[in-house]
T-cell receptor
Framework: GQNIDQPTEMTATEGAIVQINCTYQ??????LFWYQQHAGEAPTFLSY????GLEEKGRFSSFLSRSKGYSYLLLKELQMKDSASYLC????????????FGPGTRLSVLP | SQTIHQWPATLVQPVGSPLSLECTVE??????LYWYRQAAGRGLQLLFY??????ISSEVPQNLSASRPQDRQFILSSKKLLLSDSGFYLC????????????FGNGTRLTVT
C-alpha cells in the first residue's frame, strides 16, 4: 500500500527558516515532488528529488533520503506570501506511474 | 511551452443534474492526463487517469466517468450529481515515460445544492 505523512499545520515568523517534513511508505519509488497550494488555487510545482541529497532552488530547497523514506522542504527568508499548503507527492511505478499525495501541511507565516 | 486549460472555473449544480468538465492541454503530444478531486480541507484524491486516447483507468468507483476523445482532451462527466460530489476538481498532465512533474489546471469549484 501507499502512505504519506506530513504535519497538519506549522507556524513561522516572517524572515525565518522553516522545515516541512514528509515520510512515505510506497510499493515503488520514482521521484518525490513538492507542491505549493494557496487557498482556493491549484497546486504549483516547487521541486523534485529522485536521488538522495539536497536540491536547491532559490529560497526553497528539498532533501531526500530514500533509505529512510524521508524528505523535507526547507523554506528560507520566509515571506508573507509563503503562507500556503505544501503537498508532498511520490511517483510510484507500481501504481501505474501515478502520483500519491500526502495530506498537505498548512503553513502560516506571521509578521 | 505547454499549457493546460480547464473550465468552467466555478459551477453550482442541483442534485440529480448532469456534469461535464473539460480539460485540454497544448504544446505536447500523448500526455498522461489525470482528474483529481480535493474536498474542503482534504488531500488530493485521484479519480481517473489516461495514458492514451480511449484509455481510462478509474481509481474510485462512483457516479463519475471520464473520457478522452482526443489526444489532449480529457472530460469528466456525471449523469446525476450527488451532494457528496461537491469539491475542487483538478485536471493535470505529465509527460509520458519520464520523471516530469504533474502540472495542474486552475481547477473547477463544484457546489452541488
Amino acid at each position: 500500500g501507499q502512505n504519506i505523512d506530513q504535519p497538519t499545520e506549522m507556524t513561522a515568523t516572517e524572515g525565518a527558516i522553516v522545515q516541512i517534513n514528509c515520510t512515505y511508505q510506497t510499493s515503488g519509488f520514482n521521484g518525490l515532488f513538492w507542491y505549493q497550494q494557496h487557498a482556493g488555487e491549484a497546486p504549483t510545482f516547487l521541486s523534485y528529488n529522485v536521488l538522495d541529497g539536497l536540491e536547491e532552488k532559490g529560497r526553497f530547497s528539498s532533501f531526500l533520503s530514500r533509505s529512510k523514506g524521508y524528505s523535507y522542504l526547507l523554506l528560507k527568508e520566509l515571506q508573507m506570501k509563503d503562507s500556503a499548503s505544501y503537498l508532498c507527492a511520490v511517483r510510484d511505478p507500481s501504481y501505474g506511474q501515478n502520483f500519491v499525495f500526502g495530506p498537505g501541511t498548512r503553513l502560516s507565516v506571521l509578521p | 511551452s505547454q499549457t493546460i486549460h480547464q473550465w468552467p472555473a466555478t459551477l453550482v449544480q442541483p442534485v440529480g443534474s448532469p456534469l461535464s468538465l473539460e480539460c485540454t492541454v497544448e504544446g505536447t503530444s500523448n500526455p498522461n492526463l489525470y482528474w483529481y478531486r480535493q474536498a474542503a480541507g482534504r488531500g488530493l484524491q485521484l479519480l481517473f487517469y489516461s495514458v492514451g486516447i480511449g484509455q481510462i483507468s478509474s481509481e474510485v468507483p462512483q457516479n463519475l466517468s471520464a473520457s478522452r476523445p482526443q489526444d489532449r482532451q480529457f472530460i469528466l462527466s456525471s449523469k446525476k450529481l450527488l451532494l457528496s460530489d461537491s469539491g475542487f476538481y483538478l485536471c493535470a498532465w505529465t509527460m509520458t515515460g519520464s520523471n516530469s512533474p504533474l502540472h495542474f489546471g486552475n481547477g473547477t469549484r463544484l457546489t452541488v445544492t
